[in-house]
């Protein structure tokens, strides 16, 4: 596991745990960037309108798969707690309109990605209510966003039946030949610094 639960900076340094609304003690945790989880174990399988699945075959659905990367980077163990997501996008890829059942913030660390008509670069995010609709595409160099949400299992309802989406999705996917390499390279992790203790 790649979370630390340790003190830091000595016994007068270390952090207390504190009391959560619900009663229970917080634990302080740092982590380290390296997925914690899969992201099937706090999200449910995406939804797709029956319309989209009976239209697109399954390999050009693998096809398209193949420019998008989720990996969890945080999560409690805690129902009530938090979990901290990083999306990766391949150049072009659209993410089709979809809803959660829970509130979430998005942060833009690299790349960029167009949500309606609005350029978002890194550093500028956005929140989304539960029940929201929304999708945005990346960039043509891709785009990486964090995803901080307060729950640690969610939905994804993929409601967009619009063709137009599925035919730019797949167009992209073809372009880039589905993006080969892509996952590999957005969970490019440096190599850890070991230190003797």
């Not at 099937?40 to 798969?65: H, K, Q, R, T």
């Not at 990766?88 to 979809?98: F, G």
């Not at 829970?102 to 929140?127: H, N």
């Amino acid at each position: 596991m790649s979370e630390l639960r340790e003190s830091v900076g000595g016994d007068d340094a270390a952090p207390r745990p504190a009391t959560t609304r619900q009663g229970t003690r917080a634990e302080f945790r740092i982590f380290t960037g390296e997925p914690v989880v899969d992201l099937l174990e706090i999200m449910d399988f995406p939804g797709y309108p029956e319309e989209v699945v009976n239209s697109i075959p399954p390999d050009e659905f693998a096809l398209m798969a193949g420019g998008a990367l989720t990996e969890v980077m945080f999560c409690h163990d805690d129902p009530d707690g938090y979990s901290l997501a990083k999306v990766s996008l391949a150049p072009e890829v659209i993410l089709p309109a979809h809803t959660h059942n829970v509130d979430c913030l998005y942060y833009v660390v690299a790349g960029w990605l167009q949500l309606g008509r609005r350029r978002l670069d890194p550093g500028a995010g956005f929140y989304v209510p539960r029940g929201a609709r929304y999708g945005y595409r990346a960039g043509p160099e891709g785009v990486a966003v964090l995803e901080f949400r307060h729950a640690t299992k969610f939905d994804i309802d993929v409601s967009d039946t619009r063709s137009s989406t599925w035919i730019e999705l797949r167009q992209a996917a073809h372009k880039y030949n589905g993006w080969p390499g892509f996952a590999e390279e957005a969970g490019y992790r440096s190599p850890s610094i070991e230190t003797n203790q």
